[in-house]
């Protein structure tokens, strides 16, 4: 019996082994028409998930054979255009034919859909959507969406979370009317709390176009669920929260909390620093959806942004030791279709500074050197309060207007104490010490309304912008100074201020500007632009020296100066460009006529001053291929002299360095040529971009100094000169990046120029240049670790028709290294590390090496790793400084000031979220 | 013995003449228009900067594309690139792909330009597993069922095809059904492919079938993983690019 049975097992495993391929035949057949069907289709399902297997088309008999098939069940499906489908589950005997005899065709319009609505209290039907009332329906505390879909009659969930309305799938999930983070319709089901819905909505997912955005709406039939959140719902937040401190006297703090409700955002912020000035970083501020001013040139077709070029609370302008303070709050909403959107913003700033500068600047002249040693104590206290707000209102598809105002309030105090000593080579000529105290506040308002009118014709655009910007300036200043002044090493003579400076202004600006583009061709566009402006200023710069009782009332008409200006410019510009599918053409010129107008309240005479600008442009660009393209472009403006260079507006801040206007100065012209090159493969990652500029300078303004070489002051004026120009290149080489890639990079450039001057009447020409060669190297392996090496090496060559046998040419090596690596325990570690290494020149004897090198250790905590614990050391050597040296030939200056060096600091940060709806 | 199942229709039956000779098509010239949303694929990739680039991103772009068939074999390829409004930071990728295809032999041959370097792919035909659903649509005149397919074992694939053209084709490379492919969505990419004309042809010249040439030869498992290693790097706007050109 055992053995009959192992037999029998052994048949069937060869059976199954060698099991001859199966077939399968037959023929269709019109019911109604007793005729055979040609080109129908048969096609075989799987019948556990109804996968296609396979098909065939009947002949033109009607007939079918089906062959290379496995036996086993299928479900067979048959089909004709306008006839009833035809399914069923047959099974194919292995390595047998099966005939499965004439398959009967019904025609469609034989059978009749039966439809049946119900309807009870706490459902309704309106057209074709049904709507659940979602309190009738009993869920346990703090359930999901999802499990509310189970409860309602009609709909079933499965253990995917796919969902089933009305016996059919459901391919979209709404949240309000709109798409809830994507296509994926469990996102909304399983993150929204039922408690927070209203109503369920069901209906056909629609076939319009607008509907057909959200991709499932290409399956018709199917169901939409929308869930209407109460009003009370429509809320979520995020945010962030960060604290660090050494335990000692650096502490810094940073709270965001962005809070929004439907289509309205609410986000406060507030930092405290020690380390840098608290501003939020760029990633932060899009967080927060503080707008970036950028703006795109419809006409111009490039985008532009004004942003707050001379920031003082910016890392980048950070000088010594920052105490900051700040606090934001935007809000911004969108109504009626977007149609109308409004953003207001607040910042106030706060960043007090204490700093110590060095000073080591040489003069050189033909035949003797100028030395002055300074050093200068400061503390600073700045504050600023800016409100922004901006309105945009579509009237229709073509029509916008947008409305922009800004204003700010800003209070600054300073405080200066500095100490001076010059000398001729050794001999020493005067020493200088001065305090100054300057309180100063700025009130500012800026309004800027837009008009943009489209038209029906494509490209055709008119754009009209009306400007009023109102400058208030005050400020009250105390300079003492006493500079000693000696001859042959003996006290010569002391020359002694003490004044109170009060200053005033106020500025007025008024403008128009009107754009208009109209569209030759497809390719040619022709643009039209006019501006009109007028600023209406005043400024009052006295001075009062003490008098006999130590107050300061004796007015000093020296270093005091009132005036009002009166300033109107006229321009307009003609552009043609041609924007083809390679080649980009833009050729165009622009004329301006200025006239400024100036009333000396002082020695009540009057001043006129006519300028005519010209700026012709011409631009060529090339698309190699998408990834590529060269331009060339040309410039040229028209240089006018400022009101300072023009008008002798005496200051003593600083008594040894005395500036002075000069009125005959003439109109400069500048010409600038560019060229750049870019390739960018994206396969391999590998790029090449070099850039190349050159100006030349027509009546260029620069200063003629005067020196005294006995007292060792310097007066300087501007002057008109020619045969300035300056060159810079850059370029770089990449080899490809990459996950698990060596990737190299090479980057050559160069920069330098000649620059005339004048000191103590004699004619001197510098020409300068700096060669930079870097180099780097980068490996990463996503997610585990990554590193970088990037040296670099220049050489600093500057002469002097002066004192052309003067040799302060350097070396100079830097670089940069930095890698991370992740952990185990949820650990990761990243170190970074600043090289810069001076050789030293004849005036600066040391070499000064800069090596800041900074670590981080972090921990993460919590399932969602949003709790983050660091310890952070920042330049472990102790070795950063502020160093500027600049090497002009016949002017050296080294600038040393006070920076954050060494400390170590423990820091905690969480960010935190909770979507709309959410539990 | 096996039990006899209609499967009812829910689309309300149009006039029916029984009488009418049913129409087969072979020889056809069908255009397609692609359709990106580019919002709400902006939206999934970028949820944190949607709110800020969407108005410089076009809501959607249209381009054009013909499938011309005899029956045995079909070419696909652009027609019309889609139009974009000065000033958009979008560039349509995988636009541009000629595809032919032969269902005699069951092979392809597909030309895909991504980016600097043009590739020719030579293989079999799409094996992708399609569910049928009884659910219809009619797309341009044509009354076709709709099957869901699934693409590389992830991702879905919406189709809608006609048993009256005798192609077993579709746009790009997307085959399979026993019909022609008339509407195609992939949700994951936001895009969808509609017929928006089916001309009858006489004749097909051999040379409107002729397919490209010019490209660096692989299949689709080489071109899958260098794109894959080049241009994915595991990040969601990569992931989405490489499936936009295999497809």
């Known amino acids: 019996m055992r053995k009959l049975l192992y037999a029998f097992l052994l048949i069937c495993v060869s059976q199954t082994a060698f099991s001859q391929l199966s077939s399968l035949k037959g023929s269709t057949r019109d019911t109604l028409e007793k005729k055979n069907l040609s080109n129908a289709v048969i096609t075989l399902l799987r019948p556990s998930d109804s996968v296609l297997v396979k098909y065939v088309r009947t002949d033109t008999k009607g007939d079918f054979t089906m062959g290379r098939l496995d036996g086993g069940e299928y479900i067979m499906l048959v089909s004709y255009p306008k006839f009833a489908d035809y399914s069923d589950k047959i099974t194919i005997p292995a390595g047998q034919q099966l005939d499965i005899g004439t398959i009967p065709l019904t025609p469609k319009n034989l059978l009749l859909q039966e439809v049946i609505i119900r309807a009870n209290n706490t459902i309704k039907i309106k057209g074709d959507t049904t709507e659940f009332n979602a309190d009738s329906f009993k869920v346990r505390e703090g359930a999901t969406v999802e499990e509310l879909l189970k409860v309602i009659p009609g709909m079933q969930v499965n253990s995917k979370g796919e969902i089933t309305a009305q016996g059919k799938r459901v391919d979209k999930v709404l949240v309000d009317g709109e798409e809830f983070f994507g296509a994926d319709p469990t996102i909304a089901t399983q993150n929204i709390g039922a408690k927070a819905v209203d109503k369920v909505q069901v209906y056909d997912t629609k076939t319009e176009q607008d509907q057909l955005k959200g991709i499932g709406a290409a399956g018709d039939g199917n169901k939409t669920i929308n869930i209407k959140l109460k009003e009370s719902a429509k809320k979520g937040y995020f945010g962030k929260a960060e604290a660090s401190s050494n335990f000692d006297k650096l502490h810094n703090g940073k709270l965001m909390f962005n809070n929004f409700k439907g289509s309205q955002k609410i986000s406060v912020y507030g930092t405290k620093s020690n380390v840098n000035t608290g501003s939020l970083g760029w990633e932060e501020r899009n967080k927060m959806g503080v707008e970036e001013d950028m703006e795109y040139d419809e006409i111009g077709g490039y985008y532009y942004s004004y942003g707050d070029g001379d920031n003082e609370f910016n890392d980048w302008n ?82 916008s207007f947008k409305y922009t105002v800004a204003g700010s309030y800003k209070l600054k105090d300073t405080y200066t104490d500095s100490y001076s000593e010059s000398f001729r080579d050794s001999v020493l000529l005067n020493n200088n010490s001065r305090f100054n105290q300057t309180n100063s506040t700025k009130k500012q308002l800026d309004n800027t309304l837009m008009y943009k009118q489209l038209f029906k014709k494509k490209n055709r655009q008119l754009m009209a912008t009306l400007r009023l910007g109102l400058i208030e300036d005050e400020s009250t200043a105390l300079l003492t100074s006493t500079t000693k002044f000696y001859k042959n090493n003996l006290l010569d003579s002391t020359d002694l201020t003490d ?303 002066l004192r052309p046998t003067a040799n302060n040419n350097y070396w100079s090596y830097g670089g940069r290294v930095n890698g991370w690596l992740k952990l185990p325990w949820n650990l990761e570690i ?21 090596i800041v090198w900074n670590a981080q250790l972090t921990k993460k905590f919590l399932k969602d790793k949003s709790l983050r614990l660091s310890a952070i050391a920042h330049d472990i050597l102790n070795k950063n400084i502020g160093f500027n040296r600049t090497i002009n030939s016949t002017f050296i200056n080294e600038e040393r000031y006070d920076r954050l060096a060494r400390y170590f600091l423990l820091q905690l940060s969480w960010t935190f979220n909770k979507m709309p709806g959410s539990k | 013995m096996s039990k006899r199942i209609y499967i009812s229709l829910f689309i309300l039956a149009v006039s029916f003449t029984a009488k009418a000779q049913q129409i087969f098509l072979d020889k056809v010239s069908i255009d397609f228009a692609k359709t990106v949303s580019i919002w709400p694929l902006m939206k999934e990739i970028e949820p944190q900067w949607f709110e800020q680039v969407k108005d410089h991103m076009p809501k959607e772009t249209v381009s054009y594309f013909n499938f011309t068939s005899d029956g045995k074999q079909s070419l696909y390829k652009r027609t019309k690139e889609a139009e974009m409004p000065r000033g958009m930071w979008w560039q349509p990728f995988a636009d541009e792909n000629v595809i032919y295809n032969d269902y005699t032999a069951g092979t392809t041959t597909s030309q895909k330009p991504v980016f600097e370097e043009t590739f020719l792919i030579q293989d079999s035909l799409s094996t992708i597993k399609w569910k049928l659903t009884p659910d219809t649509r009619i797309i341009a005149g044509f009354e076709c069922r709709k099957a869901i397919g699934i693409l590389y074992d992830t991702v879905a694939v919406f189709a809608f095809y006609t048993d009256e053209i005798m192609v077993n084709g579709g746009p790009e490379s997307i085959t399979g059904l026993p019909g022609m492919i008339l509407g195609v969505g992939i949700p994951r990419l936001h895009t969808t492919w509609f017929a928006t004309r089916v001309q009858a042809l006489n004749t097909v010249t051999p040379k409107a079938l002729t397919p490209a040439s010019k490209g660096k030869k692989t299949n689709k498992t080489e071109f899958l993983n260098l794109l894959d290693k080049a241009l994915s790097r595991g990040e969601a706007w990569g992931k989405k690019m490489v499936l936009a050109f295999v497809i």
Do not use: C
Request: net charge positive; glycine share 8%.
């Open chain 1, 318 to 399: 950070l000088r010594g030791i920052p105490n900051a303070h700040t606090v934001g709050a935007l809000y911004g909403n969108k109504w009626n279709e977007d149609k109308h959107k409004l953003n207001l913003s607040y910042l106030y700033n706060r960043l007090g500074t204490k700093n110590t500068t060095t000073t080591l600047s040489q003069t050189l002249l033909k035949d003797t050197t100028l030395t002055n040693n300074s050093t200068s104590r400061s503390e600073g206290l700045t504050q600023q309060h800016s409100a922004n707000g901006k309105y945009e209102w579509k009237l229709d598809s073509l029509t």
């Open chain 1, 499 to 801: 004044q109170q400076k009060i200053n005033t202004g106020n500025s007025t600006t008024y403008g128009t500007k009107i754009t208009y583009n109209e569209p030759l061709s497809n390719e040619w566009n022709l643009v039209a632009e006019y501006s009109f402006n007028k600023n209406v200023s005043n400024s009052h710069r006295n001075s009062y020296d003490k008098d006999v009782d130590g107050k300061y009332t004796d007015y000093n008409p020296l270093f005091s100066n009132n005036f009002d200006l009166d300033a109107t410019s006229n321009s307009g510009t003609l552009t043609a460009r041609y924007m083809g599918k390679k080649l980009r053409l833009v050729l165009g010129t622009g004329l301006s006529a200025i006239r400024l107008n100036m009333k000396n309240l002082d020695q009540n005479t009057r001043t006129r001053y006519n300028f005519t600008g010209f700026t012709p442009t011409a631009q060529f660009g090339y698309k190699l291929t998408n990834q590529s393209g060269l331009s060339i472009s040309y410039r040229g403006n028209t240089v006018q002299p400022t009101l300072s260079q023009l008008q002798p507006l005496p200051n003593n801040s600083n008594p040894l360095d005395i500036y002075i206007g000069n009125p005959d100065l003439k109109v400069g012209f500048n010409h600038s040529i560019g060229l750049s090159f870019n390739d960018y493969k994206v396969l391999s990652g590998k790029y090449t971009f070099a850039n190349l500029g050159v100006t030349f300078n027509n009546n260029a303004i620069t200063n003629f100094s005067d020196v005294d070489l006995e007292s060792g002051k310097r007066t300087y004026y501007p002057i008109n000169v020619n045969g300035n120009y300056n060159y810079y290149f850059w370029s770089v080489w990449n080899s490809g990046q990459g996950d698990k890639k060596l990737s190299h990079e090479i980057q050559p450039s160069a920069n330098g120029g000649r620059s005339v001057n004048f000191i103590n009447g004699e004619r001197n020409v510098n020409t300068y240049s700096t060669l930079t060669l870097g180099y780097g190297i980068r490996y990463s392996a996503q997610d585990k670790y990554n590193f970088y090496v990037g040296p670099n090496i220049s050489r600093n060559l500057s002469k002097s028709s």
């Open chain 1, 830 to 850: 990243d170190s970074d590390a600043d090289f810069n290494l001076r050789q030293k020149t004849p005036t600066f004897n040391d070499n000064v090496s800069i």
